[in-house]
């Protein structure tokens, strides 16, 4: 008897398992999740924490391998005094541009939410009736060098490549920025064919934002892991809908169903709300533990609480440091792809 009762549950767990879609479209929007491409860009949104730019440069850090393999950054901007870094590069395995922003780093990450719980909506979003947004997140990407360096390296890499896709992303904080970004690149700049996926990404703005931002930039995905703490800051009040901070769409929900042998991860894609009550916000989101690991990958700061790079000196050849020590490291794009393939070929007649 009590074998027939796990068996119908294996039969049963199988089968919701089988009807639940890894790739995924909303007919309504138009957005794509795909689960493949999650697990590339996750790479991206943990290898952007590296804080030895020499290995992140030439991309040759432990986490620059297997699903990002062949990825060639253009730009590297590392914004010293804030602790933000980002990077540009062409991916050849997706013919597009990659942006990836990092997020907060080490232990400060505790700092930083407890202060996500009590801030206010205190800036408006330019050229967009009553859109407010989190002044931090905003200026982050906004008044920072991160936005120049990032703007320029698309420039290049769409004159060397075409107008080829481009694929923003970003862990916790980073998502943010690249929420901003992929707004930035569409409505100031013109930019087709971009989309955003973030990871533990906290929200930015508030209802009227959120409208504009899912008009204009359609095709994203804001990635939410079990219980992250991070999706539910700075906090949303039902009753208060307009005054309040409010998802974009579209949430894709990661989270555990079963128990023991039985149990697997259910990808939900979410409503069109930014707010679906059945995803992440059907769970009391309390674990900086599940913002830290997204599709098994860590991601976060390699040295807990502490914000340093690490740079060797041949990569002066590269780069430029202003007077507030920020760096920029740029690569004439054609010109090493150029060189990797001449060396290629020399080694191609040694053998």
């Known amino acids: 008897m009590e074998g027939r009762i796990l068996l119908k549950g294996v039969i049963f767990m199988c089968l919701i398992a089988c009807s639940t879609a890894r790739e995924l479209k909303v007919k309504d929007q138009g957005t794509i999740y795909n689960h493949t491409l999650a697990t590339i860009l996750v790479e991206y949104a943990a290898s952007v924490y590296v804080s030895d730019l020499t290995e992140l440069f030439t991309w040759t850090c432990p986490k620059c391998n297997d699903l990002t393999k062949g990825f060639q950054i253009l730009e590297l901007i590392v914004d010293v005094k804030r602790c933000l870094q980002a990077f540009v590069g062409v991916a050849p395995d997706l013919n597009a541009i ?15 939410i407890a202060d996500l719980y009590w801030k206010q909506l205190d800036i408006e979003y330019p050229g967009m009736e009553d859109a407010m947004v989190h002044h931090g997140f905003y200026s982050a990407y906004h008044n920072t060098t991160l936005r120049p360096g990032v703007l320029s390296a698309v420039e290049s890499a769409k004159e060397q490549y075409g107008d080829i896709p481009i694929m923003v992303t970003g862990h916790s904080m980073g998502g943010a920025m690249a929420a901003f970004c992929g707004l930035d690149l569409t409505v100031n700049y013109g930019s087709r064919n971009v989309s955003v996926m973030t990871f533990g990404q906290p929200r930015i703005g508030n209802a009227a934002f959120a409208s504009y931002y899912s008009k204009w930039v359609p095709n994203t995905i804001r990635v939410t892991h079990e219980h992250d703490i991070v999706p539910h800051l700075p906090p949303y009040y039902y009753y208060f809908p307009q005054k309040t901070y409010h998802h974009f769409p579209r949430e894709v929900w990661l989270h555990n169903l079963g128990f023991g042998l039985l149990s697997y991860t259910v990808e939900k894609v979410c409503d ?80």
């Open 98 to 112: 990659v942006i990836a922003f990092r997020g907060t780093q080490g232990t400060s990450i505790q700092n930083w």
């Open 272 to 351: 069109d709300s930014g707010e679906d009550p059945s995803c992440s916000r059907s769970v009391a989101g309390r674990s900086i533990k599940d913002h830290l690991t997204y599709y098994g990958v860590r991601l976060g700061g390699e040295e807990s609480g502490f914000c340093k790079i690490v740079m060797d000196d041949r990569l002066a050849a590269y780069g430029k440091v202003d007077v507030d020590g920020n760096v920029n490291l740029s690569r004439d794009f054609s010109a090493s792809v150029l060189r990797m393939n001449v060396e290629s070929n020399e080694e191609g007649r040694s053998i």
